[in-house]
């Protein structure tokens, strides 16, 4: 599971990231935050289809 977050720039620009190296710069904050929450359900996503798989697998 991933657990992004947002730092906003003097400029007003700012910057979505997570611990497990993805990242994007945006225009504004409020797209950062969409950006991070999206990446954070699409990883959960992810994780879950993983864990099925594994059930499916192994019984």
């Known amino acids: 599971m991933c657990y992004a977050d947002t730092d906003t720039h003097a400029d007003g ?3 979505a990231f997570c611990y497990c190296g993805w990242s ?11 950006a ?11 994780d ?4 099925a798989d594994a059930i499916a697998a192994n019984g």
């Open 13 to 15: 620009t700012a910057t």
């Open 24 to 34: 994007g710069d945006y225009a504004t904050p409020t797209a950062a935050d969409t």
């Open 36 to 46: 991070a929450t999206n990446h954070e359900r699409d990883t959960e996503e992810i």
């Open 48 to 51: 879950a289809a993983i864990v």
